[in-house]
């Protein structure tokens, strides 16, 4: 009987000696949570230069994001997909964002995306024109064939800025909507008499001839805010935390940008097909984590006062400060 029972006692601490140690074993595998997938909405343009080189370092994974970067035709699609939730995150200008915003878009900006230099023969964005052309400063635009990638919009709003300070009259510019590939074409065969065009596009126009007369950037404010990174109330609400790390990784990224132009240029053959000749001599975009206000304020008052708005900008909304 003795022996019985020794036996059932040593069985019973057997069993529960090992299932502690399944529950110590257990505990230990349990796998680490999945990352958020989250797709960005972006252009193929040298702006967005840091958020592909963040996803390269690992910013964003460090984060538990599992990024995806999804190339459009321009910001009226990321807005849309930002919108609809096809997009967690997007980029886009300033101009539009303030726009959408007015027709009840909830957007909201989250850092910054591309400033401007502030200094002109050294920025991203210009206005050329033929080297024989009698148009020699921006006031001599008034008048003239301007092409634009997108009417009403940042290209024409800051033209019309840059004429206006040189003492032209922006209401007489006749605006018309070109791709940036065509533009420099469009120039030397003497379809339009001058044209906005932003990097690479600006390098590559200088280097067949043409030269910048106005520096629209740098006249509208200084180092102004272009684009942004932003998402939709609804997705920010619904995950703040998520928001709150992408914001951070893209920080982490701008500065990374900011610090390593020659790791910044070489990304840019990953998504773009700008050649590595080319990518060497680019003026790049200013990528600071700091949006500028000042330079947004401006930015409005010019779309109110050009008819792109029909109210003051809600800026406040729309800069996550209200």
């Given at each position: 009987m003795r022996r ?6 040593s069985?019973a601490?057997?069993?529960?000696s090992a ?6 074993g257990?505990s230990?595998s349990?796998p680490?949570p999945?990352?958020d ?8 343009i040298v702006?967005?230069a ?6 390269e370092?690992?910013?964003f ?7 995806t970067l ?9 807005v849309?997909g ?5 997009f967690?995150?997007g ?12 027709k009840g ?8 995306g591309a400033s401007s230099?502030?200094?002109?023969g050294?920025d991203f964005?210009?206005v050329v ?7 020699t400063?921006?006031?001599d635009l ?5 092409s634009?990638?997108?009417?009403k919009?940042?290209?024409?709003t800051?033209?019309?800025?840059s004429v ?5 009259d922006p209401a007489?510019?006749k605006?018309?909507?070109l ?7 469009a120039?030397?065969?003497g379809?339009v008499?001058?044209?906005?065009v932003v990097?690479p596009f600006?390098?590559?126009a200088?280097?067949q001839?043409?030269r910048v ?7 509208t ?7 942004a990174?932003?998402?939709s109330e609804?997705t ?16 982490e ?7 390593h ?5 070489e ?5 773009t ?19 500028n ?15 792109l708005l029909t109210k003051p900008a809600?800026l ?5 400060q209200g």
């Amino acid at each position: 009987m003795r022996r019985a029972i020794a036996v059932a006692v040593s069985a019973a601490l057997l069993a529960l000696s090992a299932g502690c140690g399944d529950d110590s074993g257990s505990s230990g595998s349990d796998p680490s949570p999945a990352p958020d997938k989250v797709n960005v909405g972006v252009i193929a343009i040298v702006d967005v230069a840091p958020i592909y080189l963040g996803k390269e370092q690992g910013f964003f994974s460090e984060r538990g994001i599992d990024l995806t970067l999804t190339a459009g035709s321009g910001g009226a699609v990321t807005v849309a997909g930002v919108t609809s939730g096809q997009f967690q995150f997007g980029f886009g200008n300033i101009t539009s964002l303030m726009v959408a915003r007015e027709k009840g878009v909830p957007l909201k900006v989250l850092t910054n995306g591309a400033s401007s230099t502030g200094e002109a023969g050294k920025d991203f964005s210009g206005v050329v024109v033929k080297s024989d052309s009698p148009i020699t400063s921006p006031r001599d635009l008034a008048g003239k064939r301007v092409s634009v990638n997108n009417l009403k919009n940042v290209g024409d709003t800051t033209v019309r800025a840059s004429v206006r300070k040189d003492g032209g009259d922006p209401a007489t510019i006749k605006f018309t909507e070109l791709a940036f590939p065509e533009a420099a074409a469009a120039v030397s065969t003497g379809k339009v008499d001058a044209a906005w065009v932003v990097e690479p596009f600006l390098t590559t126009a200088q280097a067949q001839g043409l030269r910048v007369v106005a520096w629209n950037m740098v006249d509208t404010a200084p180092k102004m805010t272009v684009a942004a990174y932003f998402s939709s109330e609804p997705t920010i609400s619904k995950d703040p935390d998520l928001a709150k790390r992408f914001t951070e990784a893209m920080n982490e990224s701008l500065q990374y940008a900011t610090d390593h132009p020659d790791e910044a240029r070489e990304i840019l053959a990953t998504y773009t097909k700008i050649p590595a000749e080319v990518a060497e001599k680019i003026t790049l975009t200013g990528w600071g984590t700091e949006l500028n206000r000042a330079s947004i304020e401006e930015l409005a008052k010019l779309a109110q006062q050009d008819g792109l708005l029909t109210k003051p900008a809600d800026l406040d909304g729309l800069l996550g400060q209200g």
